[in-house]
């Protein structure tokens, strides 16, 4: 492949370099890897069609001012697209599939996310203020502001803790009936 045999050889331009970068360690170990669970755990079989070794040797040897041009990644594929798209549809902006934590945490986990966050017997309860949580928790009920990632990211803190409390507390039990 002419890009690899260039970035071995270190003789490459800087956009190139981050392209063998991403084929070489971000897409195998990560985009790659997640979209297969995903897609086992769900029971489908998910093709990449960009990924055929052909056409990802032939990307790698146009030349960068197809790739990225005005700061427009992927130019050529995008004028291609053109053709057979609208011109809105080939150049609209990549958008994911977020989880939507905010909404989950207002609805479904709610009294669970409101007892964990609450328990002053949490082992890292103590941390934090408590009035402070209150508020996130009540703006967030409301509405008026979106806390979910902050209150997903404490809810966390809080089970984490609370199993490491319980898995120490299970260790010093073990260790006092002689169990190993």
Same mark, same amino acid.
């Given at each position: ?73 992927? #130019? %050529? @594929?995008?004028?291609? !697209?053109? *053709?057979?798209?609208? +011109?809105?549809?080939?150049? $609209? ?12 945490i207002r609805t ?46 404490? #809810? %966390? @803190?809080?089970?984490? !803790?609370? *199993?490491?409390?319980? +898995?120490?507390s299970f260790a $010093? ?8």
């Amino acid at each position: 492949m002419p890009l690899l045999r260039a970035a071995e050889a270190g003789n490459i331009f800087s956009i190139e370099r981050l392209a063998y970068q991403f084929l070489t360690t971000y897409l195998p170990e990560n985009i790659l890897t997640k979209t297969d669970r995903a897609s086992m755990f769900n029971s489908l079989e998910v093709r990449a069609p960009f990924l055929s070794r052909a056409l990802v040797e032939y990307s790698c040897s146009l030349p960068t001012r197809l790739k990225l041009r005005r700061g427009i990644k992927k #130019y %050529i @594929l995008k004028q291609l !697209a053109c *053709r057979y798209l609208p +011109r809105p549809i080939a150049y $609209r902006k990549k958008h994911g599939f977020a989880v939507p934590v905010g909404r989950l945490i207002r609805t479904l986990f709610w009294t669970q996310c409101q007892d964990v966050l609450m328990s002053a017997s949490n082992p890292v309860a103590a941390w934090f203020n408590r009035a402070a949580i209150e508020t996130l928790l009540g703006e967030h009920a409301s509405g008026r502001v979106d806390h979910g990632k902050k209150l997903w990211a404490l #809810y %966390i @803190l809080f089970r984490v !803790a609370e *199993r490491q409390q319980k +898995r120490r507390s299970f260790a $010093r039990d073990a260790a006092l009936a002689g169990i190993r």
